[in-house]
Every structure is written in structure tokens, then in C-alpha cells.
């Protein structure tokens, strides 16, 4: 039998993490390194498994299926396309990355790495599971440590935002909850697999309630406007690592569970509902883009962005389109690594200069030349430069929603305004950070050290990669996409 | 050739890796010869090109260069791969021809510069791009390399960082262009959704098939198109950028926002004349842009202080010509326009630059005169690139622009009242240029004694780039010799394969009786004149004139000078608001609207539960009296029931 390896990528971490909790609390140094040591081996794993994906066929695979409770017909079911597959190497790269960006935790050391294995077991999970069951317990899991992760290590208004992001996140759950149920006692199975498979049972009307069930729990993780405002709170909030995952990965999942349940099980629905998803698509670009101008604290900015740069993933998605749909998955990676790498490159200044108030720098270009080129070259990528992934994928959303027969045309050329107003934002970050006068409050910063550059440079590689070939992660979707649009159109 | 063709990008590609990435590690004279030697092997690849093109039997000159596949998912595909075709050609040459000269002038004019490094990568990642821009084979990839130059543009502009002037300018270039990058991708989109293909050979071949000519989507498409020309080639309304632009190091000026990457527009107009040619109402808008933009930059240019903002409206305005030549149809008129302006107005740049840098940084005019003997090497070479700008005979301006003049008038898409508007304009060129050459190099010196004492003349490295950019600016235009004089026409010839239309325009030209030609010649000749003797006679002859005539006309004069307050009606009117609106969305709407509706349903229920806990009172009376009631309900709705 071959090699577990989705339960080997979903497992490891917590083995990871008994092993943390196993260690003195004082060995700071060992507590580090073993986590580093356990999210490394899973992102060798995560390596396996792009290495032996075959990207010829639609089809799940690296499947594992055990029977768990046969009354109730729950089942150990596991398994990875070209939807999750991405987003299983992202999990366990960014998850390596924050591991190591949170060598500057002070407090509390062993309880934080401990959660923060744990809150990679639930993120793959996620994206493994193919039981409904499994699936749902992997989401909730993913809250708890995340909870804790705001609510301990956070900022001062941590508390608030911990129980904000934490009741948002419970309440989209129940109403999950009862989608599933209501797909379960209408089928009498749990297995993603056989409900996608006899999607073509379910009436119209069930679609369209089932349908807005997921939407809620998926639409508050995107998160879509309106249900966006605990993802500013969040992000400021928590500490670095925290919001580059929350940001990397938790994200994805809304639109993850679009593509693996919403638009797979409820083909009707789907296209019932293109317009108003598109609509709210572009909502949140525009207004997650304008709200982001207005934005006196970097990270809150970078947060806003995160809110008009989903909206192209569900404008993409709206299109039922290969090239929207692909746009949309390409949008999900690249926001990745680009937020990833922000969120990260606002905890190297933060640290050392304890605000992050764009308006207090100034001419930090002179001070931190190597920062400044890296920082810049993020925004770059996030304003859509083509080279850089983020132009592919929002070029390909364009494209595909353009070329949509399901949503008017009037939505996508609005949409293609957020790229003006990315790019005033962002300069207007550039500038008042970096340009200008030196501000000479700052004279005592650092540059940024070696350990917070290898942080980085992964994600830089991975989006020049993309941004110039492609290929790379098309390869992977393809099949799975064309297949998905297939099945929704023909 | 294939395989040369391929090449001609790559090497200023390497340059700006190997010096970004080596940083100051390296020695000045490896950055030179990098730097300077990798646009160079551009210029010899796209020369050795060019005469294998020149080989091949005029209707096929074609090269593809195919590099690998780009964006590609379901439908959509695109590559980046390369079209080496006369146009692509002619824009090869002179892009890196060009910008190798300016290379090496860079070395002197940036010699003290602590960014030494920074510069030169930049300026050889601009090579590259534009580069891109020139032989992309599809529009994708041409919007790639526009994308490209335009980020280079922002980071040159703003090289000078620590200034705030400097990055305010690159970024208002970049936001600006992206206006325009927004009509571009709309139209990119637009095109694909009509024709299936970004291939620009496919899209030539398959616009006269399948579009109505004069048809909405056809004009919808070239006029998204245009939005983007206008963005990057500084035309109305888009234009506000590339004045502050000059505060990007000089050379930056001359190469960028001169000679090569400002001239885009035009290109990309060039490169789709098939779609333009069957969209009559967006010819004659783009004619119409171009015209009005020569001349309203032109009357900006009077007023202007500043050497540099001078030229730069002159820029503006001089594009504006090759506007009107791509709508009146005369496509290969605004190249060969495009290709002379490249040389003289690089000249007259880095002749700008070198008084610059005698004066240890002085831009303002009011603060020159004199400095003909003082700068004479400089002094002869701008002499001959105003010359050749304002359009005396014989020199590469007169050639390009006369052309321009004649089928603005002549052409089928041209019009007697745009040609009025070319004319009017070439009077004010004249008036323009030849009041900068004075107040910079005749009368008596202002110069400050600060920079009295520092002044010298530049050095060779900076000087012999100058004398072959002065050659060109005179004989460059005799590629383009027109019938009218004796020549054979032979740009227009060579570019007629690759530009749609461009042989009907002729036919339609030559229905006007010959001695038209000779009589608009001569009318553009006199005009000249007219200007530059209006010039002398205000700032030779008599140089109280001009003051007098400002503090006649003072509330015209203020409205030129302040350059129409457009820069003060956008800010008020697009960026303000924007801004105010931000702020609503963000203070009201995010924290008060709907956070607020969260968090009040969060007291809500807080509130209730609260209430709820008073019940639970712990006394054990209390829960008897409840359930008391409970049972007194309860039997009460059975008897109910059961009556």
C-alpha cells in the first residue's frame, strides 16, 4: 500500500506538538527547533506530494478511506485534486515560514509553538478531508488554537478580537452545520464524493437553501463584505506569524469550500447565484481598496487589502469560467505568498520599532536600503505588476469573468478599477514610509537580519515564478478546473 | 536569426541582474562596461536583424522569436514570444541606439552620484522592457513591457528619493499610467472577447474580417486602447505627469520621458493601425487628442521657467504631433516622427543636462544667459537640435514634421483645421526653442557666483554623445525624403507592409495638385520664421518685452504659467474626494455601520442573557413560585384541551 501521506501531512504536526508540550518549558531554544524541525518535515512531505501529483487526471487521489462509525456511514476519507493540492504546499510552506518568523516570541513559548502545530493539523485537514464529518471537526479545530494564539499573544485590544473572530467564525459554523445535516438526511451519506457525484438529485429549491447555508460560514472566511469586519481586528491584533496564516491559509478555506462543496454540489445554485456573488465580489474590491486608502496603521492596510484582493477570487470563481475559475485559484496562491510576505515584512518593522503608524516613518529607504527593495517589491506584486503572480492571476479573473455568460459586463470593468485604486495605495505606503525626508527619530533601526530574509525569499521566488511561468501551478489545476466547469456548464 | 531575435532583450535583462544583485561589491568601470556593453550587444543583435530583414522580399520581412508560453488556461492563451517585422525594426534601433548613447553619456553625468549602481541597473532594467514593449507579438506582452517601463519611469523618476518633490512626481507617473493601463486592460479583455486571440498578426488578419468597419465594438475597443496610448504618451487629459517627471535625473529625462518610452503610445497605435483603420471616430479622435495636445502643450511651453519643464512640454507637444499622424492615417509619418524627435530631443536633453551640470544643478533659465562661449561644445549641439526641432529645411525635424503638416492635411481621415492646428503650433515650437536657446546662451550671464566659479564645460565622455546625436538630428531625416523633394520615401516604403491603410492614405494624398505640397511647405517654412523672429525680437533685441507683455496680459499669463491650475482642478475634483470617500467608507460605513450592527447584536444578546440571569435567583422559593406557575399554565391548557 502506498505511503499515507495526506494523513502523514495532516498528523505530523501535532505528533510535533506532543513533542513541544513533552519539553521543559525554559528550553526555548529546543521548543524552537522542534517545531521548526516538525513543519520542515511536512513541508519534505508537502514536496512528495506536488513531486508525485498526476496532473493528467481530474481525479482524487493520494486517496485514504477507513470506515470510522459505519451506523452512521462517517468514514476516515482523504484525498487531494488540483484544488487542494496548491493549497496543501502553501499550508505547510507558510506554516514552516511563521514557525520560524516567530523566533521573536518571548512569552509563554511552549504553549504558542504547541498551538500553532496544532493550528497547521487543522488546516490540512481541511483541505484533505473529503468526509463532512472530518471536514467539520478539522474547521473547528482550526479555531481553537487560533483563539488562543489572538487572545494570549495579540496586541493590547486581543481580547476583543479573539472573541470577534472566534463568534464570526462559530456562527458561519452552524449554519455549515446545519447544510450538512441537511444534506445528510436527504442522502443519508457524508462522503463529499457521492453527494458531488449525485448532485443532479437534489431540487432547485434545496440547492438554493443548502447553498446559502455554506455561503454564510464560507462568505464570513473569505471574508466577502459585509461579513469582513473581523478581519481588521484579527490582523491587528495578532501576533505576525499568526496573521500571516490567517491571512495565507485561513482565507482560503471560504473560498476552498466554495470550489469543493458550494460549486461542485449545488450546480443550480451556483449558476442562480452567479451575479450576486460577482456583485459582491466587486464590492469588496472596490470598497476593501478604498478602505485601505484611508488606513493610518500599515497592518490594518495590508488587512483591508486582504478584503478587495479575495473579492477577485470571488469574482473569478462567479464567472464559471476555466480561465475565471483558474484566475480564482491562482488569486488564492499568490495572495498567499504576497500577504504572507507583507504581513511578515510589517512584524520585521514593528519589532524594532514598536508602531506601525505609516505616517511616523519616513525615508527609511536612506536607513534600510535592502528592506526598502523588498518591501517595495512586495507592494509591487500586490498592485499587480505583471512578472509577478499577482497580474496573472487578477489579469486571468479579468479575463474570465469577462468572457462569463453568466454576469454582466459592467461588473468585471468596475472591478478593473481596483487596480488603479491598488496602486495609489500602496504608493501612497511607499512614500510616506520609505521616501522623502529621513526621519531621524529612526536612526537606530536595524536592517533587516538574515533570519527574516530567508523568511521571505521563499515567497519572492515563488511569486516571480508564477508571475513569469505560470505553468508551474497550472499544471496542477487544470484538469481539476476544466473538469469542475464541465461539470457546472455541461 | 531566430535565435537573435530571441537575444535582443536579454542582455540588458542580465546587466540589471548582475549589477542590482552585485550592488556596490562592484567596481565603477564594470558597472560601465556592463551596463553600457549589454544595450550595446541589443543595438548589434537588433542591427544584424535588421539586414537580414532588409534581405527578404519586402511583403515578408518577419522574424518570430518564440521564448515559451505564458498565461494559458482554457481559451485564453498567450506567449512570450516575438515579432521582429520592419516596425519592430525600426523601434529596435532606435531604442537601443539610443539608449546606449545615453548610457554612456550617464557615466559622466552620474559619475558623483552615491546611487551609482541603483542607476545603472534601473536604467538597463528600462532597456529591457521597452525592449519588450517593441517586439512583443501579442498585446499581452506588450502591456507586459508597458507595464515594465512604466515601473522603471516611477523608480527613475524618484531616484532622488529623499526629495519629496522627486517622489511625489514618480508617483503621480504611476498612478497616472495606470489610468491609462486601465483603458488598456479593458481593451485587452474587449479584444480577446471579440476576436479570441491577443496575437497581433492574427488580430490584423482578423479585424478586417470580422469586425464591422466603423462598427461600435471596433471603436470601443481602439478607443480603451487609446486611453492607454494617452496615459503613457502624456496626451489630454493624461499629460499632468510627465512635467513633474523632470525631476528624475536628466539622462532619465532624455531617455525615458523623451526619446523612447513616452513615444509608446504612438507605437502601440502604429502597431494596431488594422483595428484603428476600421474606426473612423476613433481616428479622428485620436487626431483631434493629438492636435489639440500640440498645441495647448505648446502655449505651456511659452511660459515655463524651468529648461527642463520646457522641454518637457515640448515633448508633449511634439507627441501630439505624431498623434495627429496616426489619425489622419499617416501611421508610418508619426514613426518617422517619433525616430527624428528621439534624436533631437535627446539631444536637446542632454545638452540641458550638460548646462545643468556646469551650473552645479541650476534649472532655471532666469538664472543663465551668456553661457555661449562659456559651454561652446554644448552650445553647438543644441543649436542644432533647436534647429532641427523647430523644422528648418534640410534637417531631420523639417522632414518628419512637414510630412506630419501635409497629410494632416491632405490624407483622407486629415482636415484643412488640423493642419491650422500643426501649423499654429510649429510657430510656437519656434518661439519656444528659440527663447530657450537665448535666455540659456546669448545675452548677458545671470548665472549665480555660486556657480560662476564651478562652471566648466562637460567632459568627452558626455560630449561625444552629443555630436552623434547632432549628426543624426540633421541627417536622419534624409531616410524619409519625401517624393515632393526627390527622395524615394523610403520609411514609409519599408513600414508599408506591417501598417495597415497606409497606401490608401498616399492614394487619397495624391489627388491634390502637386504644387499644394511645395505651397504648405513653404507656409510651414515661413512660420518658423515667424517664430523664431518673434523670439529674437523679444529676447535679443528688446528684453523688457516680455515683461511688459506679461503685466499687460497678467491674467493670461498667470493662467499659462500655472498651466491652466489642471493640476489644482484634479486634486480637487478626482483626488480630494476619492480620499473623503475613503474615509466615509472606512469611519462610517466599516466601523459605525456594520461593526456597529455586530456589536450591537453582541450587547443584544449579552443584555438578554443578563436579563435572563436575574431569574436564576439561587433561592429556592423563587423556583417553586415558577414552577408553581408552570403547573397552574399547564393544567390550565389541558383543561383547555379537553373541555
Known amino acids: 500500500m502506498d505511503f499515507p501521506i495526506l494523513t502523514f501531512l495532516t498528523f505530523f504536526p501535532l505528533v510535533g506538538m506532543i513533542a513541544v508540550m513533552l519539553l521543559k518549558k525554559e528550553n526555548v531554544g529546543a521548543i524552537r527547533w522542534t517545531s521548526v524541525f516538525f513543519t520542515f518535515v511536512t513541508l519534505i512531505g508537502a514536496i512528495f506530494l506536488v513531486a508525485n501529483y498526476d496532473y493528467s487526471t481530474s481525479k482524487m487521489q493520494f486517496i485514504e478511506r477507513y470506515t470510522w462509525f459505519p451506523e452512521v456511514g462517517i468514514n476516515y476519507f482523504m484525498g487531494a485534486d488540483g484544488i487542494s493540492v496548491p493549497m496543501l504546499f502553501l499550508t505547510a510552506l507558510l506554516s514552516f515560514l511563521s514557525i520560524v518568523g516567530s523566533f521573536g516570541i518571548k512569552e509563554r513559548v511552549k504553549e504558542y509553538f504547541a498551538w500553532f502545530l496544532l493550528l497547521e493539523v487543522g488546516m490540512m485537514g481541511v483541505f484533505c478531508s473529503l468526509d463532512f464529518f472530518l471536514f467539520y471537526v478539522f474547521w473547528e479545530v482550526m479555531l481553537v488554537p487560533m483563539y488562543f494564539l489572538i487572545g494570549v499573544w495579540g496586541g493590547p485590544r486581543r481580547e476583543y478580537a479573539a472573541i470577534k473572530f472566534f463568534l464570526y467564525t462559530l456562527f458561519g459554523s452552524i449554519f455549515m452545520l446545519v447544510g450538512i445535516l441537511a444534506l445528510y438526511f436527504t442522502t443519508g451519506t457524508l462522503n463529499m464524493m457521492e453527494l458531488i457525484a449525485q448532485n443532479n438529485i437534489y431540487n432547485h429549491v434545496f440547492q438554493l437553501w443548502v447553498f446559502a447555508a455554506f455561503f454564510i460560514a464560507f462568505a464570513i472566511k473569505v471574508p466577502i463584505w459585509p461579513f469582513h469586519t473581523w478581519l481588521p481586528d484579527a490582523h491587528v491584533e495578532a501576533p505576525t506569524a499568526v496573521s500571516v496564516i490567517l491571512a495565507g491559509i485561513l482565507l482560503k478555506m471560504g473560498t476552498y469550500g466554495f470550489l469543493r462543496i458550494s460549486f461542485p454540489m449545488f450546480p443550480y445554485a451556483v449558476k442562480y447565484y452567479a451575479v450576486p456573488l460577482a456583485i459582491l465580489g466587486l464590492i469588496s474590491i472596490i470598497y476593501g481598496a478604498l478602505v485601505s486608502m484611508a488606513q493610518k496603521d500599515l497592518k490594518k492596510l495590508v488587512a483591508y487589502s486582504s478584503v478587495s484582493h479575495m473579492g477577485y477570487c470571488m469574482l473569478g470563481m462567479a464567472a464559471i469560467t476555466t480561465v475565471g475559475i483558474s484566475g480564482c485559484l491562482f488569486q488564492m496562491f499568490s495572495h498567499g505568498l504576497i500577504t504572507g510576505a507583507l504581513f511578515l515584512l510589517v512584524g520585521v518593522i514593528y519589532d524594532r520599532a514598536h508602531t506601525r503608524e505609516i505616517a511616523a516613518f519616513g525615508g527609511l529607504g536612506v536607513k534600510l536600503p535592502v528592506y526598502t527593495g523588498i518591501f517595495v517589491l512586495f507592494c509591487m506584486a500586490s498592485l499587480g505588476l505583471p512578472g509577478m503572480s499577482g497580474f496573472v492571476s487578477e489579469f486571468m479573473v479579468f479575463v474570465g469573468s469577462f468572457n462569463s455568460i453568466y454576469i454582466h459586463k459592467w461588473i468585471v470593468i468596475t472591478a478593473v478599477l481596483g487596480v488603479i485604486l491598488t496602486a495609489a495605495y500602496f504608493l501612497r505606503t511607499i512614500q510616506s514610509m520609505f521616501l522623502g525626508q529621513f526621519n531621524t527619530r529612526w536612526e537606530g533601526l536595524t536592517e533587516i537580519n538574515g533570519r527574516e530574509i530567508f523568511t521571505v525569499f521563499p515567497l519572492a521566488v515563488f511569486t516571480l515564478l508564477i508571475g513569469i511561468y505560470p505553468k508551474t501551478l497550472n499544471i496542477f489545476l487544470k484538469a481539476t478546473v476544466e473538469n469542475l466547469v464541465r461539470m457546472l456548464t455541461g | ?643
Not at chain 2, 89 to 100: W, Y
Not at chain 2, 528 to 541: E, Q, S, T
Not at chain 2, 577 to 602: E, M, T
Open chain 2, 1 to 643: 536569426m531566430e535565435m537573435i531575435v530571441k537575444l535582443i532583450p536579454v542582455f540588458p535583462l542580465f546587466g540589471f541582474l548582475i549589477i542590482g544583485l552585485t550592488n556596490k561589491k562592484m567596481p565603477k568601470q564594470v558597472v560601465n562596461i556592463i551596463a553600457c556593453g549589454s544595450v550595446f550587444l541589443s543595438f548589434v543583435a537588433g542591427t544584424i536583424a535588421f539586414f537580414s530583414l532588409l534581405g527578404m522580399p519586402s511583403n515578408s520581412r518577419f522574424i518570430t522569436g518564440f521564448w515559451f508560453d505564458w498565461i494559458i488556461a482554457g481559451s485564453f492563451s498567450s506567449s512570450v514570444s516575438f515579432m521582429f517585422d520592419p516596425l519592430a525594426a525600426v523601434m529596435v534601433l532606435v531604442v537601443s541606439g539610443v539608449s546606449f548613447i545615453i548610457h554612456v553619456y550617464s557615466i559622466g553625468y552620474m559619475a558623483h552620484d552615491g546611487g551609482y549602481w541603483r542607476y545603472f541597473s534601473f536604467l538597463n532594467l528600462f532597456v529591457f522592457s521597452m525592449l519588450l514593449l517593441v517586439l512583443a507579438d501579442n498585446v499581452l506582452l506588450l502591456f507586459v513591457g508597458w507595464e515594465g517601463v512604466g515601473l522603471c519611469s516611477y523608480l527613475l523618476i524618484g531616484f532622488w528619493f529623499h526629495k519629496k518633490s522627486a517622489s511625489d512626481a514618480g508617483k503621480k507617473a504611476f498612478i497616472v499610467n495606470r489610468i491609462g493601463d486601465f483603458g488598456f486592460l479593458l481593451g485587452i479583455m474587449l479584444l480577446f472577447w471579440t476576436l479570441g486571440s491577443t496575437n497581433i498578426k492574427e488580430i490584423s488578419h482578423l479585424a478586417p474580417e470580422m469586425l464591422v468597419a466603423g462598427g461600435g465594438l471596433v471603436t470601443a475597443i481602439t478607443l480603451l486602447f487609446l486611453v492607454g496610448a494617452v496615459g503613457k504618451s502624456a496626451q489630454i487629459p493624461l499629460y499632468v505627469w510627465l512635467p513633474d517627471a523632470m525631476e528624475g535625473p536628466t539622462p532619465v529625462s532624455a531617455l525615458i520621458h523623451a526619446a523612447t518610452m513616452v513615444t509608446a503610445g504612438v507605437y502601440m497605435i502604429a502597431r494596431l493601425s488594422a483595428l484603428y483603420v476600421l474606426a473612423p471616430t476613433s481616428m479622428a479622435i485620436v487626431a483631434i487628442v493629438g492636435g489639440f495636445t500640440a498645441l495647448y502643450a505648446a502655449t505651456i511651453g511659452l511660459a515655463q521657467n524651468d529648461i527642463k519643464r520646457v522641454l518637457a512640454y515640448s515633448t508633449i507637444s511634439q507627441i501630439g504631433y505624431m498623434f495627429l499622424a496616426c489619425g489622419v492615417g499617416a501611421f508610418s509619418a508619426g514613426i518617422f516622427h517619433l525616430t527624428t524627435h528621439a534624436f533631437f530631443k535627446a539631444l536637446l536633453f542632454m545638452g540641458a543636462g550638460s548646462v545643468i551640470h556646469a551650473l552645479s544643478g541650476e534649472q532655471d533659465m532666469r538664472y543663465m544667459g551668456g553661457l555661449k562661449n562659456r559651454l561652446p561644445f554644448t552650445y553647438k549641439a543644441f543649436l542644432i537640435a533647436t534647429l532641427s526641432i523647430s523644422g528648418i529645411p534640410l534637417l531631420a525635424g523639417f522632414f518628419s514634421k512637414d510630412e506630419i503638416l501635409w497629410k494632416a492635411y491632405s490624407s483622407g481621415h486629415g482636415h484643412p483645421l488640423l493642419w491650422i492646428l500643426g501649423l499654429i503650433t510649429a510657430i510656437l515650437t519656434a518661439f519656444y526653442m528659440f527663447r530657450l536657446l537665448y535666455l540659456t546662451f546669448h545675452g548677458k550671464s545671470n548665472v549665480t557666483a555660486e556657480a560662476e566659479k564651478h562652471l566648466h564645460e562637460s567632459p568627452p565622455v558626455m560630449l561625444i554623445p552629443l555630436y552623434i546625436l547632432a549628426f543624426l538630428s540633421i541627417f536622419g531625416g534624409y531616410i524619409g525624403l519625401p517624393h515632393a523633394l526627390g527622395g524615394g520615401a523610403w520609411f514609409e516604403n519599408f513600414l508599408m507592409p506591417v501598417i495597415a491603410e497606409s497606401a490608401h492614405v498616399i492614394e487619397t494624398g495624391s489627388h491634390h495638385a502637386p504644387s499644394l505640397e511645395y505651397i504648405l511647405m513653404l507656409a510651414s517654412v515661413v512660420a518658423v520664421l515667424l517664430g523664431i523672429v518673434v523670439a529674437y525680437n523679444f529676447y535679443i533685441k528688446n528684453p523688457e518685452k516680455p515683461k511688459q507683455l506679461a503685466q499687460r496680459f497678467a491674467g493670461c499669463y498667470r493662467l499659462i504659467f500655472n498651466k491652466y491650475y489642471i493640476d489644482e482642478v484634479y486634486d480637487y475634483l478626482i483626488v480630494k474626494p476619492l480620499y473623503i470617500l475613503s474615509l466615509i467608507f472606512w469611519k462610517i460605513f466599516d466601523v459605525r455601520v456594520i461593526d456597529g450592527f455586530v456589536n450591537r447584536l453582541a450587547k443584544f444578546f449579552g443584555s438578554m442573557s443578563e436579563r435572563f440571569r436575574i431569574l436564576q435567583t439561587g433561592f429556592v422559593r423563587n423556583y417553586a413560585l415558577v414552577f408553581f406557575i408552570g403547573v397552574i399554565i399547564l393544567v390550565g391548557y389541558l383543561c383547555y384541551i379537553f373541555r
